[in-house]
């Protein structure tokens, strides 16, 4: 590596206690601002200002170092056929927006294509981790710190490059495993090397604690860690666990603990994981043994490593691109929206002179990361990216955010033990008073008395400082220790609830399937020979397997395993499901099937038995089956099923009603009969009545008249024989008859002669007709 040629020209003292240092590089000369308080200042000499700039000015390894990766199509995007709009070459990412001739080039300290492992320019997880992170592990045992971010949206493959999965280790185991090959390696130059870490995870503003689990009785939730500031080290979590780890394999186990812890915690919290930043931390501790001029002198240097999985990004970039301000404590993570704040005013920072107000403390993770921001750290940040032209909008905003992380620059130093430092610092002094003491022999005996008196105070606070030491290495032994037994305890907490650690190859189980597949098969249920019962976790709960959730009840299903047949047998009012089926009767398992229980816990059954005999009781060959059983299948599956019995029960309900609707309408029909026919026959018998009412009164009126007849006719006989016309009034009468006849005779003939007239004229005019017709005349 190419070194700066530095050189210090002065420095002043601004009011605002800023130290201002010019210096120059090569040939060109430069100023700059250092931040030293004035306890400091008065100690620095021209070459630790030198060394000062050197870091600030900003050789390659002070700015962040950012990279990108691009992931593979994942099978959902390659089912519907997603373009890919992102391509890599060199240092620059380039993306492509479909349907448009515009291009949007980004360039970053490393561009890592991911996408398709036949490609020669391919990355994989060890050339991810030899570029970006391997850089940091030698920082750190040069004494800095170091800091490795990985930013992107949910399911661009964050966690898969700082943890891995399977056999594709990733980021952080891969440097633990290095951290403690390097620690053997420097122990022969007579450094030891003590590592510490801690895990532990930002969630809603609340930070929890990934190694320790609440012990206390009745808890439920988990206690959150405040944050402190030393005066001297930053900010710190209180109280969060730190082990000391003597091995890879130590790491290994608590990480295993801490994402069993993860899983847990995350089960039926809705979309959690994505919403939450892990951090894996680490403090190594070199001290070397030097002696000098016979005396054994200790060195020692400190760093810190954060190495951090970030919340999904999509959760507050849309909200930056529109650029309103968000409300606190609204659903939007302030934890990565400040980080964003934070990064943009460090990055206009390095643009001026002025030195802006960096909002650190606006949340738990800025101000936790405040050193390796834009402080005393090596760091790099590593953003995430899906190619798909689907997640067009998230990656621009991604990139544009890596660019602006790029233009920070830390001020990183080698953390040096204040011990070295007085050590140095009194051995200098004890030099001096020995030259003096040389020189002044005999001339000034109380002078030569005090410094006398003063070199061995001197002396007597080295070998203070030398107990210590061997004190402190005492208690490293005994830390592990008892980290070790920690250990143990957290593991035998979880065991509590069932969760094993090792796989029987053996027995059936149940393992979790999560949304997030950083958490998922994390926990293993085994189903041993008799009755498992599943119950909600309760302290002193004899129960085999214990879950948590508003859904899982006290009592909630039973399982026995009888000759290697497994039979689920649910609770009444307990809710689970086999393959996305409601089940209420006992039902038996078979390798793969998907169980949830209380519709939060989902879980594969595993039946190496049923593997073994390469076939499953109900179905195909299991071998193929297996990979797809993960929880978007079970998801899919249960909703499909859900969506079935809904459209069943609709579909049920109404043909039921339809039903009911048609035995209504035929009650009311036979009703509405039966009424009409009563009402017939009460009209017909009405009218029967008043028939016979008419007929009686008919004939009592026929009767009546006959009678009233009979007495008129007697009446009018009796008159008739009374009263008899005279002769004269019957020949009067006989005259007007007669007078009468006469005068019709007449008229007759009258009549009579008037139509032989007109049948004459008829005949006379047919005559003239014919004969005119004879001489050819037409009439
Ligand atoms: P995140 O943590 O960003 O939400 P993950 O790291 O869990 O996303 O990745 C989501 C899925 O994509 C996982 O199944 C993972 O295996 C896969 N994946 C991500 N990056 C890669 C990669 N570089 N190569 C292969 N698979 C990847
Ligand atoms: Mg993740």
């Not at 620095?44 to 990279?67: M, P, W, Y």
């Not at 499953?616 to 929880?631: H, I, N, T, Y």
């Not at 019995?645 to 009650?667: C, F, P, V, Y």
């Amino acid at each position: 590596m190419k070194k700066d040629r530095l050189e210090v020209l002065g420095y002043e003292t601004a009011t605002t206690g800023f130290l201002s240092v010019a210096y120059k590089k090569d040939s060109s000369t430069s100023e700059d601002f250092l931040e030293v308080d004035q306890e400091h200042q008065a100690r620095f000499s021209l070459g630790a200002l030198s060394n000062l700039a050197k870091g600030r000015q900003g050789g390659e390894d002070s700015a962040v170092t950012v990279a990108i990766r691009v992931r593979p199509l994942n099978s959902r995007e390659q089912k519907m056929k997603a373009k890919t709009v992102v391509s890599v070459s060199g240092q620059e990412t380039t993306v492509h927006p479909p349907h448009s001739q515009q291009k949007f080039s980004f360039s970053f300290d490393f561009s890592f294509w991911s996408c398709d492992a036949q490609d020669g320019c391919y990355a994989s997880q060890e050339t991810v981790y030899e570029s970006l992170a391997r850089p940091l592990l030698d920082k750190v045992f040069q004494g800095y710190n170091a800091c490795l971010f990985a930013y992107g949206q949910t399911g661009s493959g964050k966690s898969y490059t700082m943890m891995g999965y399977n056999e594709d280790a990733g980021i952080i185991p891969r440097f633990c495993e290095e951290i403690f090959l390097k620690a053997a390696e420097v122990k022969e130059d007579n450094v030891t090397c003590h590592i510490e870490m801690s895990y532990f995870e930002v969630y809603n503003e609340k930070l929890h604690d990934l190694l320790t689990s609440d012990k206390e009785k009745n808890k439920t939730k988990k206690t959150a860690l405040r944050i402190r500031e030393h005066p001297e080290l930053g900010p710190y979590v209180a109280g969060l666990s730190a082990y000391v780890v003597g091995s890879f394999a130590d790491v290994q186990a608590w990480l295993e603990l801490g994402n069993k812890q993860r899983a847990t915690a995350a089960t039926g919290m809705n979309d959690k994981s994505s919403r939450s930043h892990s951090v894996f931390a680490m403090v190594a501790t070199q001290t070397k043994r030097e002696t000098s001029d016979g005396e054994s002198l200790t060195h020692t240097m400190r760093s810190h490593v954060n190495l951090v999985d970030l919340a999904g990004s999509e959760r507050s970039s849309s909200a930056q691109t529109s650029g309103m301000r968000l409300k606190e404590g609204a659903s939007i993570n302030r934890s990565l929206m400040t980080l964003g704040k934070v990064i943009s005013a460090l990055s206009e920072a390095t643009q001026s002179k002025k030195k802006p107000f960096i909002p650190y403390r606006d949340s738990l993770l800025t101000w936790l990361l405040k050193e390796s921001l834009g402080g005393n750290s090596k760091t790099a940040m590593l953003a995430t990216v899906s190619p798909a032209a689907v997640n067009l909008e998230e990656t621009l905003s991604t990139l544009r955010y890596a660019k602006q992380a790029r233009s920070i620059i830390n001020v990183a130093k080698v953390n040096e033990d204040s011990n070295t430092r007085i050590i140095r610092e009194l051995k200098a002094e004890i030099e001096k008073l020995r030259a003096f003491q040389r020189c002044s022999q005999g001339t000034d005996l109380m002078k030569f008395d005090s410094s006398l008196h003063e070199i061995l105070s001197l002396k007597q606070k080295l070998l203070e400082q030398e107990k210590k030491l061997t004190e402190a290495q005492q208690e490293w032994k005994e830390n592990l220790a008892r980290a070790e037994q920690c250990k143990l305890e957290e593991a035998r907490e979880l065991q509590k609830a069932s969760v094993s650690f090792k796989v029987d190859n053996r027995l059936p189980n149940l393992v979790n399937l999560n949304e997030d597949p950083q958490l998922s098969e994390m926990l293993l249920y085994i189903i041993k020979e008799g009755q498992t019962k599943v119950g909600r976790h309760m302290v002193d709960s004899e129960y085999g397997i214990q879950l948590t959730g508003a859904l899982i009840a006290d009592s909630h299903c039973l399982i026995t395993n009888e000759q290697g047949t497994v039979t689920l047998t649910p609770a009444a009012d307990a809710e689970t499901y086999v393959n996305g089926d409601l089940v209420s009767e006992p039902v038996t398992l078979h390798h793969g099937d998907r169980v949830i229980l209380g519709r939060d816990h989902y879980f594969r059954f595993n039946h190496p038995v049923e593997v073994q005999n390469g076939r499953r009781a109900s179905e195909g060959p299991v071998a193929c089956k297996e990979m797809l059983q993960d929880f978007e299948f079970a998801k899919n599956e249960l909703v499909e099923s859900q969506k079935q019995r809904i459209e069943a029960e609709i579909e049920e309900a109404r043909l039921q009603a339809q039903q009911e609707m048609m035995q209504e309408l035929q009650t009311a029909r036979d009703l509405a009969q039966r009424e009409l026919s009563a009402q017939r026959c009460l009209y017909e018998e009405q009218i029967r009545e008043l028939q016979r009412e008419m007929e009686d009164e008919l004939s009592m009126k026929q009767e009546l008249l006959s009678k009233e007849m009979e007495q008129k006719r007697h009446k009018h006989l009796g008159k008739l024989l009374l009263t008899e016309p005279s002769a004269q009034e019957l020949e009067e009468s006989q005259l007007r008859h007669h007078r009468f006849m006469e005068a019709l005779q007449l008229e007759k003939e009258k009549l009579a002669q008037e139509m032989a007239q007109v049948q004459q004229a008829r005949l006379s005019r047919e005559e003239e007709r014919k004969s005119a017709a004879r001489q050819g005349t037409v009439p």
